[in-house]
């Protein structure tokens, strides 16, 4: 029945109101946890503020000091005459980043499906190589690799194996993940074909796991880049090596041009990055425009 809402009276819309009063405005006891944990989080966010010193002059000085070094001793880049030993090294950076997160794919890869709900019935291992994954990526990259420079000395094997381990941890809990949210009637009925456990996994788990996989896994390769860029600074090998030399010696303007160059790399990997996800998973297809037009 279609009524116009001129033709409603206010003693329609008060039994109505009484009939769904979720429809017409939450309770008042629902609005209070709401505006308690606004004012919470917002009272919270002024105190962290306050206690470290946001409201003090000191805050205001030093971010005045801090554009003052950015447009006197920064600018302009110098050491291009060092330009071909930065790119080299660079390229060292970008290959720690590489081999530390295919090591770590690799391995996580096996250990992921030990750790789904959906995948491994026997829960003391799930749960055992879920703590074990939590354990691999509670410590930072700088950690790990003060850890493996003073087990195999200096150099980027020690910034490779760090960013290994952590990523080992992090790959089991992001591919563990996306095998607990997939369909299982693709899996039910591979097995109601006569599928094995591996015709489960390789028709049934894979082809709806391996885009969100693949994804993930350029996403942490962009970010690794970042991240083996400052292993140098322990001596774990890569440009961050160089870039803390130069910092300590006050050689800014040189220092300038090294993150010039870290942030030109970046971009590059992203974008690369971007049109290889984009071709292997399709993603640029799905997200085109539909022509309304061209469908009529």
Known sequence: MNVRLADLTDADIAAERELYPHVFGRPIAQRLKSWLGWGGGAALTLYC???FGFFSGDFLHGAGKFGQLVASQLFPPTGYENLPLFIKVIGETIAMAFLGTLLGALFA???SFLASKNITRL?????????FADLLRSFDYLIWALIFVRAIGLGPLAGIMAIAIVEIGTFVKLYSEAIE????KQIDGVTAAGGNWLHRIGFGVLPQVLPMMLSNTLYMFEHNVRSASIL???GAGGIGFLLADRLRAYELQEACLIIILVILTVYAIDYLSKMLRERLIGDHARREPVDDAAQT
Do not use: E, S
């Open 181 to 184: 949210n997939l369909d299982r």
């Open 232 to 234: 140098g600074i322990v």
């Open 109 to 111: 890869f096996p250990l």
């Open 123 to 131: 829960r003391p291992l799930q749960f055992g190589t879920r703590r």
């Open 49 to 51: 503020l306050y206690r």
